[in-house]
Each structure stands twice: as C-alpha cells, then as structure tokens.
C-alpha cells in the first residue's frame, strides 16, 4: 500500500521560513511525479508545485513562485517544499500528492497524504 | 490563466441522482480528473481521464468531459457521497495545475 506522510508544519511569523517533507512507501518513489497542493482554511483546493520523477522538471504556481522551491531525495523516497519569505495568505494545510505518471502534465493524483497545517502569523 | 467553473453547491435526496458541472474554455480538449474530499478528510480521485474509474471506486460516479463542461454524476447517491468535489486539469499554456471551485454535495 502506497503511503505518503508529511511533517515540518507549524507556526511562523511573516516573512519567515518552514520545511515542510512527505516520506512515501510503498513504491518507486523516482517513477513517479510528485504535488504540493494546499488547503487554506474553509477554502478550495490549491496547486502550489509539481516535479517530475526525476527531479530535473519543476513547476509552480504564480502565488508561490520564487519564494517557494520543491525538490526530492529519491535514495530517501521523500519529497521536500522549502518555503520562503512566508505571508499569511500561506496559511493552509499543504497536502503532498502522488501522480500517477513520471512527468507533471496530465496525469491525476492517485495517492495524497494527510497533509501537516502552516499557519503563518504575527 | 485557465479557469475552472463549479456550481457552489447541488443537493440532492438519498437514491436519486446528482450531477456536477465544471466548466472551462474547451475543456473538452483536456482530460478532466475529479476528487471528492469529506470533511476533515483528504482528497480522493474518484474519477480520472475523463470517465474512467480508479479501482475501488463505485460505479454509481461517472464522468463524462466535451465541449465547454465536464460533469461528473453520482447516480443512486447516498448518505456517504455528502462531500466537497473538485475538477482538475493540466493547463499546458502555463505549465500549471488548475483546480475548480469546488462543490459541495448535500444529501437531503
């Protein structure tokens, strides 16, 4: 069984900065793309990034981008998102999601994890 | 930037049938994924590709996906499908995700 578990959550203050990882099990971690999707709190679903299987292809979304970096350790099966000179508007929980192909594009997220809350304040 | 369109809510009795839009310009040339999320829950992809159906997922959700809408439907719905639901595309113009709106079912 596929299993994907975030951690590095918490309370930061604006412009500060957080780690957040997702450990997975239960499969080739380089076959496959791997998402950063958050929640902000009683809101929709929101892309934040995507990289490809082998780390060499990445993308975000406009409200992230240059102050957010996802990458992944494939010899760990873990998936990383370095978060940046934080706002309160990143407050949400961020979900890390498993694609069910190698590259970003098209394909679905089959597998998501709990998710671990941010919550940034001042 | 691509947008997606969902109606805020549908409700609908326990054995009838519910149908959720998701609109989008051509979105019948992308191929639509769509998640439900429970409360307090994370998102589950109850149908992707359009119409197919991950495995462990009833047969009672559906999707279909032409022109300007994508729709998934519930048919014979139960207390249990009380959820948010989300479509979901690749916008390859920008290299991004994009989710819809989100619905949320009610189930009378």
């Known amino acids: 069984e596929v299993q994907l578990v975030e951690s590095g959550g918490g309370l930061v203050q604006p412009g500060g900065s957080l780690r957040l990882s997702c450990a997975a099990s239960?499969?080739?971690?380089?076959?496959?793309?791997m998402t950063w999707v958050r929640q902000a709190p009683g809101k929709g679903l929101e892309w934040v990034s995507v990289?490809?299987?082998?780390?060499?292809?990445?993308y975000y979304s406009d409200s992230v981008k240059g102050r957010f970096t996802i990458s992944r350790d494939n010899s760990k099966n873990t998936l990383f998102l370095q978060m940046n000179s934080l706002r309160a508007d990143d407050t949400a929980v961020y979900y890390c999601?498993?694609?069910?192909?190698?590259?970003?594009?098209?394909?679905?997220?089959?597998?998501w994890g709990q998710g671990t809350t941010v919550t940034v304040f001042s | 930037s691509y947008v997606l369109t969902q109606p805020p809510s549908v409700s609908v009795a326990p054995g009838k049938t519910a149908r959720i839009t998701c609109g989008g310009d051509?979105?019948?040339?992308?191929?639509v994924h769509w998640y439900q999320q429970r409360p307090g829950q994370a998102p589950v992809v109850v149908s992707y590709?359009?119409?197919d159906r991950p495995s462990g997922i009833p047969e009672r959700f559906s999707g279909s996906n032409s022109g300007n809408t994508a729709t998934l439907t519930i048919s014979s719905v139960e207390a249990g499908d009380e959820a948010d639901y989300y479509c979901?595309?690749?916008?390859?113009?920008?290299?991004?995700?994009?989710f819809g709106t989100g619905t949320k079912v009610t189930v009378l």
């Open positions: 999601a498993k694609s069910r192909g190698n590259d970003p594009y098209y394909y679905p997220m089959d597998v």
């Open positions: 239960g499969l080739t971690f380089s076959k496959f793309a």
């Open positions: 990289i490809s299987g082998d780390g060499h292809t990445t």
């Open positions: 051509n979105i019948g040339t992308k191929s």
């Open positions: 590709y359009d119409s």
């Open positions: 979901q595309v690749w916008d390859s113009s920008s290299d991004h995700y994009v």
